[in-house]
């Protein structure tokens, strides 16, 4: 089994895969995601949604920005229709530490 996390404010799943097995998931790079979102605002948004950030850096949280990753619902039923991986398990964030 391997976890394949949602990022900040999404949701993620438990897979019935050999966790050496990865699905790329990034979007945009972590400079591109820095640039494009306000760590102190996004943090503010996802308390609004019920998720909790703690974090030394605003940057570090920018560049895990929900928009900067593919959608996971949409990797994970690519990755089940390719014979790659089976999801076992829906996982919702409450809180995330980004260190």
């Given at each position: 089994m391997?976890?394949?996390t949602g990022h900040f404010?999404?949701?993620?799943?438990t897979w019935g895969v050999d966790a050496r097995r990865d699905c790329g998931r990034g979007l945009l790079s972590?400079?591109?995601?820095?640039?494009q979102w306000q760590g102190r605002k996004l943090i503010d948004e996802l308390r609004e949604?019920?998720?909790?950030?703690?974090t030394r850096?605003?940057?570090?949280v920018a560049e895990e920005?929900?928009?900067?990753?593919?959608?996971?619902?949409v990797v994970a039923k690519v990755a089940e229709?390719?014979?790659?991986?089976?999801?076992v398990a829906r996982l919702v964030p409450l809180i995330c530490v980004k260190g």
């Open positions: 391997t976890q394949v404010g999404r949701q993620g799943y972590r400079t591109q995601a820095s640039k949604r019920g998720v909790l950030i703690r850096s605003y940057r570090g920005a929900p928009g900067a990753y593919k959608d996971v619902n229709q390719a014979g790659l991986a089976r999801r």
